[in-house]
């Protein structure tokens, strides 16, 4: 059976099926679509979950091994293998034979870059379309966009008409991760009702100058002087607090996450895998040089300078929001507690 995102949801309240592929182009379609399945199937009788990351010199064999066998303390579980592009030989080897003979113990979900028609050829692939599910996600485009758009505002309590849908899919341009942000942005900025284009192109507006996204980026490369720029750029042209604060909290809280479960054993990879957040390129090789750049402790402070600029912002205490969003900025540079502004 092969579906699109859309469709999944549908499919897995039927049934629960052997295993999965979800591939394509289009890494937020595929990365949700993974964390359906697993849901889905943790809550059928799947309990567990066991994370694999097929890089150069993978070993199949450890899959092969962790499907023929339930762990000493755990049960069903579903195994999510992550591949950056496409199986190699011994893995469609694998595959094929899996497909044809599944664990009962076990849901597979295979995830994968864009396969060409070629690839969607060869035995593994037709095993997983003929006998299991295959998700394929591709980019959206014109009246598809507009109602995955129309969607995910709904979910926020956000109604905008079809003007205003059409100022986003032009901010976005077809990148779903920006969508998403910019949609969150706007629950900030507005809260739940109706939006019109004005509203939109009023945020948009805001953030083509100075995105508070190139404000995480400084951070996270721990450039303070266009920390500090950045900061005053998006003071300067209006830019609510609040928004500055959610992109700063929420790669705060991931920072923390991640430097909590490798300090416990888990790659950095895996690490990032179990993030609510996603991150992807360059912030994914900016989030690890911070990851290894600051300690446990310091990314716990961070978080809690979060929290106090939440109170500062609401008016539940005395202080200008902007020198609290400094203070978080400059954490993530690095600079000793001391230096901090008090928040």
């Known amino acids: 059976m092969r579906l699109v995102p859309a469709e999944l949801g549908g499919a897995l309240r039927r049934r629960i099926a052997p295993f999965y592929l979800v591939f394509g182009d289009e890494p937020l379609q595929v990365t949700e679509a993974v964390a359906a399945i697993r849901s889905a199937a943790q809550a059928n009788g799947f309990p567990d979950w066991e994370l694999f990351f097929v890089q150069p010199g993978f070993e199949w064999g450890a899959l092969r091994d962790a499907a023929a066998t339930l762990p000493l303390f755990g049960g069903a579980r579903v195994l999510d293998v992550r591949v950056p592009e496409k199986p190699d030989q011994g893995g469609g ?94 629950h900030i900025l507005y809260g739940s009702g109706m939006i019109d284009e004005r509203q939109i192109a009023a945020a948009v507006a805001d953030a083509a100058r100075f995105d508070v996204y190139d404000l995480v980026d400084a951070a996270l490369d721990a450039n303070t002087v266009r920390v500090k720029r950045i900061l005053d750029g998006l003071r300067a042209e209006g830019t609510a607090p609040a928004v500055v604060l959610w992109a700063l909290a929420g790669h705060a809280r991931a920072l923390a996450s991640i430097i909590n479960l490798v300090g416990r054993g888990k790659s950095f990879d895996e690490a990032c895998a179990l993030q609510v957040m996603k ?31 939440d109170r500062r912002i609401k008016g539940d205490c005395i202080g200008d929001p902007w020198e609290a969003l400094l203070a978080i900025s400059l954490a993530f540079c690095g600079f000793p507690e001391a230096d901090l502004p008090t928040v």
């Open 93 to 186: 080897e694998f595959l094929a034979e899996y497909v044809a003979a599944p664990s009962p113990d076990c849901v597979l979900v295979l995830s994968a870059g864009k396969l060409s028609a070629d690839d969607q050829k060869k035995a593994w692939f037709q095993g997983f379309e003929r006998a299991g599910v295959v998700v394929q996600a591709k980019p959206l485009t014109g009246r598809s966009l507009l109602q995955w758009l129309d969607h995910r505002l709904s979910a926020k309590g956000l109604l905008v008409d079809q003007s205003g849908l059409a100022a986003l899919a032009a901010r976005i341009e077809g990148n779903l991760l920006a969508a998403v942000q910019e949609i969150e942005k706007l």
């Open 279 to 309: 991150l992807f390129g360059a912030r994914k090789s900016r989030m690890s040089q911070s990851a290894a750049r600051i300690d446990l402790q310091r990314a716990q402070s961070i978080v809690l300078l979060c929290v106090a600029a």
